[in-house]
């Protein structure tokens, strides 16, 4: 693997970066010889009396295009095995990984857009497209900036403290734990105890285990994305626990409607109880470290047999055989009404919960992103309930009353009648699933 020793940065601005390079650590490593940044000004190689390097876009439209060709003819004249990046919105999201990546590259070359932007012919002369996020700036420079600081800090001898780059936000996969020095007190806040305590193995637990929180509560996509230990589990459950106490924050019910529920032909219906639904459910729950699973139906012969079912597994010899099952199984209640699972859950916590429902037509209703929904969860401090229903879906009459509607789970075709075991599987796997490497 080699080092960075070159980047080139190509802009209609290099005055720009006058002060960026003069000071601090780039300032230092650009001193000392360790990394040379170039600056080219690719209004230089435009041709024409004025030098142009943009028109008017095709088809019309706002604003003025970026022309390929001062940028392409900017682009030849670098050395070889530069690998050439367009700073873009459209580029995939810059990170501590790809920061990485390019510390490790031997030369980069950062291109700054303006205006609206580059003409489409110019991605066919780079290696690649990076984007700071989902914001607007007036022009790449600043996003050039960025991505040199994020790099420059990498290169070995740059930082005077080499760990830095390791326990930093992002390095491990997660944000950083919370930092603190003198005083000791502050306006009425102390230092944890444990950072003064000398005991170097529990500041380090302690410190894995806040970084874990933090990341839950503000990056939950990062936490998807995590390789986790066998500690990362156990602080995370140490977590739960500890949100379960707090008025029921961080637990989450599974209820299964059979009544309110829509029938083909649209009228209110209740549904039978199926064995499968009680048995996939409860393993789906068990899982995602669902609380409980209700199984709602007015009809009391279907709840006395939800329960003979649980009964066989958790009473039986059936258990001992397959003690999963029974523990996917303990999970299991029933209720005749949904207004009666709110009213439990309440009793249990002492808050009522959030309530949020999922149906494959929302029927006009306004409903919530998978992305969104996930990021609020992670910070709610209410319990929360998942609505499913049977059927052809809950009736007008539960979905009046809860707090959120899930936008419909969607495939890349027009079918879409998946059976609710389906349903509860993705939907608890969206939410609360780690996402696949």
Known sequence: MGVLAEIHVLTLFPDLFDGFLRESI????????????????????????????????????SGMVLMPGPLVAALETLPPGTRKILLTPQGRPFDQAAAVRLAAEPRIALCCGRYEGFDERVREHVDEELSLGDFVMQGGEVA????????????????HNAESPVEESFARGLLEYPQYTRPREFRGREVPEVLVSGHHEQIRRWRRREALRRTRERRPDLLARLPATAEDRELLAELDREA????????????????PVRARTGETIATSVTNLDIHDIARASRTYGVAAYHLVTPIALQRELVESVAAHWLEGEAGARVPQRADALRLVRTAPALGDVVEAIRGETGAAPLRVATSADPRGRPTIGWAELRGRLAVESRPVLLVFGTGWGLADEVLDTVELLLEPIAGPTEYNHLSVRVA???TLDRLFGRAPR
Not at 47 to 61: F, N, T
Not at 144 to 159: K, N, S, T, Y
Not at 244 to 259: K, P, W
């Open 26 to 61: 780039l300032g230092k490593a650009l001193a000392d010889g360790r990394l040379v940044v170039r600056r080219l000004d690719f209004r230089d190689f435009a041709e024409g009396k004025h030098r142009s390097v943009d028109d008017v876009p095709y088809g019309g439209g």
């Open 244 to 259: 379960a106490g707090d008025r029921g924050r961080g637990r989450v019910d599974v209820a299964l409607v059979h009544h």
């Open 144 to 159: 050039a900036m960025a991505v040199i600081e994020a790099v420059v800090r990498l290169l070995p001898g740059v930082l």
């Open 424 to 426: 509860v599987g993705v």
